[in-house]
């Protein structure tokens, strides 16, 4: 007889849509819809935030509060306790049921196995309310196959999950999630946007997380096909099963994308996500080789048994991980590592050989060259000294270098040097302009017969006047000059010393 493979969802699961409402805050709130219930945490709840622990139901007293669902199967039951008459419709075929039902409420088989849509209206009052605890549905397994294949990947496995937003990794100080029995690390966040993604080849896919005081709504894509869910509640649910689709194609690779609205003080928390497969291995699609940490997330409340018998199934462990790559690869940075380190050593080698070798014929030319000392370009010939200038007295014309540097006023030492004296010849007390001087012999230079002399000399001879003659030594000019451009150089090259001082100033750094 075929195997019949059967998942309960329990009434906490998002997957179940409660009207009006599934949770209406602090206390008993079932006059105005659906209530959670717990067994050992009080029943229902007196603050926000309160784990829930041991049995857990939903509860109204409202009249026409309904619940609604979807499932892929060909069977469903439905549990709990009913005090009061209810209706339970299967694609629209409504049947009509009375109170008193206690446990299995309705149970239906045979259905095509594809997706089908389940709604139940309570007709409750406050004397006769409807519990209700869960719903199991059911399919047929392949032929030779007991239960699918099941891996868990819990929301650490960022190799298989893609988060885009601010999420992070967190631990409940309480550890209370996914559950006291097994705690583990899950992803929160709380500010939008934020998505999660992930694909995967199987015939099955079930995702678990928190609901907890602070949650909110959140979309779930799955290959094109979107649906909402209700995350909130005021109950802390630390493993609920927030998302489940079977009936997958396995040849084909699936992908889903969760959307939550958060933002505003809103959350949403993931615990694991869980692959099914009906044809040995259940795989993820990942792009990197994943480790699993050494605690894991529990996978959802799954039950299986053959077509007379159904057994509850608690933290079924999963059969196989995540896969890891099983050839070896290539390690591409062994190989350029060394050719990369090499052709840098052969540059540095070309480099410095070319530096070599330039050095060598620049040493060589410099050695192979005749260098004579710097020599001093003589200056223009000395101006003949005049006999019978202004006052009779001779003159002499200075060197045109000797002009241009007694006119040069930039030097600090322009107006501290005094005109050298010649040992030979007194300097003249007054200069003729220079269009008076005339270029004659540089030994010796007679004055013109025509020249006149002073009033009131007497009148000499040409004898006398050629005594008068000046014989013309080296120009006191020409030393002036080298000691001019010697202080000139060596005034460019003190650039330290400020320029504009007189012989009233005293030098910087001391004292007057």
Not at 46 to 55: H, R
Not at 157 to 173: A, R
Not at 326 to 352: E, M, R
């Amino acid at each position: 007889m075929a195997s019949v493979w059967t998942v309960s969802i329990d009434d906490t699961s998002s997957l179940i849509s409660y009207l009006p409402h599934g949770d209406g805050g602090v206390g008993d709130q079932t006059s105005t819809g659906w209530q959670p219930w717990f067994s050992d945490s009080g029943g229902f709840n007196s603050a926000g935030g309160k784990d829930g622990l041991g049995m857990s139901y939903h509860v109204t007293a409202l009249s026409g509060a309904r619940l609604d669902f979807q499932f892929y199967g060909t069977g469903i039951a439905l549990y709990g306790n009913a005090s009061c008459s209810y209706d339970v419709s299967v694609d629209g075929n409504t049947q009509n049921l009375q109170a008193g039902g206690k446990g299995q409420l309705f149970a239906q088989d045979g259905l095509h196995e594809q997706m089908h849509h389940v709604s139940l209206t309570a007709n409750a009052s406050n004397s006769s309310r409807f519990w209700f605890d869960r719903v199991d549905v059911s399919r047929p397994l392949p032929s030779g196959i007991s239960s699918p294949t099941s891996t868990s990947y819990p929301a650490t496995n960022t190799s298989f999950i893609k988060y885009d937003g601010n999420w992070t990794v967190q631990n409940d100080p309480n550890a209370q999630i996914p559950s006291r029995e097994n705690p583990a690390p899950f992803y929160e966040v709380s500010d939008a946007p934020a998505s999660l993604s992930f694909s995967f080849e199987g015939t099955g896919v079930a995702v678990n997380g928190s609901r907890n005081w602070g949650g909110w709504t959140y979309d779930v894509n799955l290959d094109g096909t979107d649906s909402g869910y209700n995350a909130s509640t005021m109950w802390l649910i630390g493993d609920a099963l927030l998302f489940y689709q079977d009936g997958l194609d396995p040849t084909k690779t699936h992908t889903v994308n969760i959307t939550p609205k958060v933002g505003g003080g809103f959350k949403f928390w993931l615990n694991s996500v869980t692959i099914l497969s009906d044809s040995g291995v259940a795989s993820g699609v990942t792009t990197n080789t994943y480790v699993a940490p050494s605690s894991s997330c529990k996978p959802p409340k799954l039950t299986t048994g053959d077509s007379s018998t159904s057994s509850a199934i608690s933290n079924p462990t999963p059969t196989s991980g995540t896969s890891t790559a099983g050839s070896k690869q290539t390690n591409v940075g062994v190989i350029v590592g060394p050719v990369v380190a090499g052709v840098a050593v052969l540059l540095i080698l070309a480099a410095l050989g070319l530096w070599y070798l330039r050095r060598r014929r620049a040493f060589a030319a410099f050695t192979s060259a005749n260098f004579s000392p710097y020599v001093l370009p003589p200056g223009p010939a000395p101006a003949p000294a005049i006999a019978g200038g202004e006052g009779g007295a001779a003159t002499t014309s200075p060197s045109p270098l000797a002009a241009k540097l007694a006119n040069e006023s930039n030097s600090p030492y322009a107006t501290t040097r005094a005109a050298p004296v010649s040992p030979a010849a007194t300097p003249p007390t007054s200069v003729p302009p220079r269009s008076a001087v005339s270029a004659v012999s540089p030994q010796t230079v007679a004055p013109p017969p025509s020249l006149p002399l002073t009033p009131g000399e007497p009148q000499t001879s040409a004898s006398a006047a050629a005594s008068t003659v000046v014989t013309q030594p080296s120009s006191p000019d020409s030393h002036a000059a080298v000691d001019r451009l010697i202080q000139i150089i060596a005034d460019r090259i003190d650039r330290t010393r400020p320029l504009g001082y007189g012989s009233d100033v005293p030098p910087p750094g001391y004292d007057a």
